[in-house]
């Protein structure tokens, strides 16, 4: 079992940043990902961006040059730093996490980003 923890959601302006941070609650040596995920009201979850337990991160092409996800193994947290934030950026966004040896997710209970135009 992974507790997660998320944190960071606001309402912002158009253009302006928000850093989202999710801590695990299992030691950073058992998990393989960690990710974003997020849902506009109306809209299917959509995969947002994830990085795996080599440090290597990709993301969605639609938040690719604005977006940038990062971990500390210390706190075995995952950070999601947004910028340039659009009005369809505005989400719940929810993180998840597998560990290794297995292929079940576990996810965040979301946390809330509105961009205001």
């Known amino acids: 079992q992974v507790q997660l923890v998320e944190s960071g959601g606001d309402v912002v302006q158009v253009g302006g940043s928000l850093r989202l941070s999710c801590a695990a609650s299992r030691s950073i040596s058992s998990i393989n990902t960690m990710g974003w995920y997020r849902q506009a009201p109306g809209k299917q979850r959509e995969w947002v961006a994830g990085?795996?337990?080599?440090?290597?991160?990709r993301y969605a092409d639609s938040v690719k040059g604005r977006f940038t996800i990062s971990r500390d193994a210390a706190k075995s947290t995952v950070y999601l730093q947004t910028n340039s934030l659009k009005p369809e950026d505005t989400a719940v966004y929810y993180c998840?996490?597998?560990?290794?040896?297995?292929?079940?997710?576990?996810w965040g209970q979301g946390t809330q980003v509105t961009v205001s135009s």
């Open positions: 990085i795996n337990s080599g440090g290597i991160s």
């Open positions: 998840t996490v597998t560990l290794k040896g297995s292929l079940r997710a576990y």
